[in-house]
């Protein structure tokens, strides 16, 4: 109706008078559009993308690819391996950065902060610029808002950025828990940049498994219960359509009414039969057990079945150090992560490994003895923090053993640390720093010769 009656109202108005309206209505919108640039001045030019992440388990790393991969961009970059020399050459980038500890940055990413300013520093005495003012970017930051800092890293390098003169050319985008809604977000922001956009996202594919087995470590023990749990797929299709993970990877579980899925190292390799875990049922001083460990450790019945989502876990793979030697360090359930890489490294060929490894009781809790398999010819250091004779920590052995960290990192060896962030992983590494220096320890960080797996 009301298009009819328009397009009545246009015949009656002379041709001239049309053409010109057109012409009005047409520099209008050039006009328009003119504004709208000028208030968007950011929006980057072609040219080629850098990804950047720093992630500590593996989620902002897997989306760093699947954003590169969807762009057309080279494979992206650990956010400490950025050369500033690419920031500040201009382009566009897009960081994607996860939250660790208490409000702090990845492992992959601590050193990025200090390098800019001296980075900065340098560039604004010398030439007096303005170091990234070519450089566009935008800003993913995965957190958790149960944290006190939820997101603090990822507003800390938006900060930074722009103090070093980047823009962003959107706001920085805050995931909570990998909320699937935040995401698609990011991901059809990045289609506008896209001739032909496919943004079908590949999700990580999700298995039943059975359970076969549950032993009881440390029947006890002063500590929290430890089980190490056997899985085998719940679907019977032999050995040939197994999920595929290696040494290093996650295993992530989710229930309803649990508000985030929960990750484990995973404690075998796909040729050891099962998928195998270490577990501790937590509870807390009032006696209130944790939801996913009581379920894994005392709910689920022998041969029921539940279903876990294999998840990469590329900073704390082995890579290219699989045939170097190996100094695994850990506690408690920690051990999960550093059995995989026990037995992937000696399949691989890996000479020598070195296992340090802490846990409360020498008879209660000695995990390491129960679990290596015997006639391993790894040489392995039990500390144990409760033992009346020789209490002692993780890091104390290591101090202890100064000399010999010190010739195993100069005979090539990488540093893996798995378990406790407090306590055991911020202590080994302040006496890696402590032994090795500052310097040295920077230097393996950035060369994947020291990687960590600390929760
Ligand atoms: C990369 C990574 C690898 C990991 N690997 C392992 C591993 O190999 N093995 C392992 O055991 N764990 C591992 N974890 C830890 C694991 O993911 C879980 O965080 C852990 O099992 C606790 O989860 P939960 O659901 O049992 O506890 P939650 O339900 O999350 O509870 C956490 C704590 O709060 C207490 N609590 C319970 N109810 C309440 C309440 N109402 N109010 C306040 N507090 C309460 C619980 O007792 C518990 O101590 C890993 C974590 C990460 C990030
Ligand atoms: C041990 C631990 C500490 C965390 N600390 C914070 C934090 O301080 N602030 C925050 O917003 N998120 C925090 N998170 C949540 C992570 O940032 C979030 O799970 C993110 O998706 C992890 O990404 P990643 O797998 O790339 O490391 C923490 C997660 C873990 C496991």
């Known amino acids: 109706m009301a298009f009819e009656y328009f397009s009545a109202a246009l015949e009656a108005v002379p041709p001239l008078r049309l053409a010109a309206a057109g012409g009005v209505l047409l520099a209008w919108a050039a006009l328009c559009r003119h504004a709208w640039r000028r208030g968007h001045p950011l929006l980057p030019a072609a040219g080629e993308w850098t990804v950047v992440y720093a992630s500590q388990t593996g989620t902002a790393a897997a989306l760093a690819e699947e954003s590169a991969a969807l762009l057309g961009a080279p494979p992206p970059l650990p956010l400490d391996l950025l050369p500033l020399e690419r920031l500040a050459g201009g382009g566009r980038f897009l960081f994607i950065v996860a939250t660790a500890g208490e409000g702090e940055a990845p492992d992959n990413g601590r050193r990025f902060g200090a390098r800019l300013d001296a980075w900065c520093a340098a560039t604004r005495s010398s030439a007096g610029q303005v170091p990234l003012a070519a450089a566009r970017y935008a800003l993913l930051a995965l957190g958790d808002d149960r944290y006190p800092g939820f997101c603090a890293f990822g507003e800390q390098l938006d900060l930074a950025l722009q103090a070093a003169g980047a823009r962003p050319w959107q706001a920085m985008l805050r995931v909570n828990r990998s909320d699937e809604a935040s995401l698609q977000h990011w991901f059809a922001g990045l289609g506008a940049f896209i001739a032909a956009p496919q943004l079908t996202r590949q999700a990580l594919a999700t298995t039943a498994w059975r359970l076969q087995q549950r032993d009881h470590l440390n029947p006890g023990s002063s500590g929290g219960e430890v089980y190490r749990l056997c899985f085998v797929p719940a679907a019977?299709?032999?050995?040939?359509?197994?999920?595929?993970?290696?040494?290093?990877?996650?295993?992530?579980?989710?229930?309803?009414?649990?508000?985030?899925?929960?990750?484990?190292?995973?404690?075998?390799?796909?040729?050891d039969g099962s998928l195998q875990l270490l577990v501790r049922r937590q509870v807390d001083r009032h006696g209130r057990p944790g939801l996913a460990s009581n379920f894994l450790c005392s709910e689920l019945p022998l041969n029921g079945c539940v279903d876990w989502q294999i998840r990469p876990h590329a900073p704390f793979h082995l890579a290219d150090n699989a045939q170097r030697p190996l100094l695994l360090i850990g506690n408690g359930v920690g051990l999960a992560g550093l059995l995989a890489h026990l037995k992937a490294a000696r399949a691989a060929g890996s000479a020598e490994q070195w296992l340090v490894y802490g846990e409360r009781c020498p008879q209660a809790d000695d995990h390491a003895g129960r679990l290596l398999p015997a006639g391993e010819g790894v040489?392995?250091?039990?500390?144990?923090?409760?033992?009346?004779?020789?209490?002692?920590?993780?890091?104390?052995?290591?101090?202890?053993?100064?000399?010999?960290?010190?010739?195993?990192?100069?005979?090539?060896?990488?540093?893996?640390?798995?378990?406790?962030?407090?306590?055991?992983?911020?202590?080994?590494?302040?006496?890696?720093?402590?032994?090795?220096?500052?310097?040295?320890?920077?230097?393996?960080?950035?060369?994947?010769?020291?990687?960590?797996?600390?929760?």
Do not use: K
């Open 236 to 271: 019977d299709g032999g050995g040939s359509n197994w999920p595929i993970w290696q040494s290093g990877d996650l295993a992530r579980i989710e229930l309803p009414g649990w508000g985030a899925p929960r990750d484990y190292s995973i404690a075998s390799l796909p040729t």
């Open 379 to 455: 040489r392995i250091d039990r500390v144990f923090s409760r033992c009346p004779q020789a209490p002692a920590y993780v890091q104390q052995r290591l101090r202890e053993a100064a000399g010999e960290l010190q010739d195993w990192v100069a005979r090539g060896a990488a540093i893996y640390v798995c378990g406790s962030r407090r306590g055991m992983g911020d202590g080994v590494e302040q006496v890696l720093r402590n032994v090795l220096g500052e310097a040295l320890l920077t230097q393996l960080a950035q060369a994947g010769r020291y990687r960590r797996d600390v929760f």
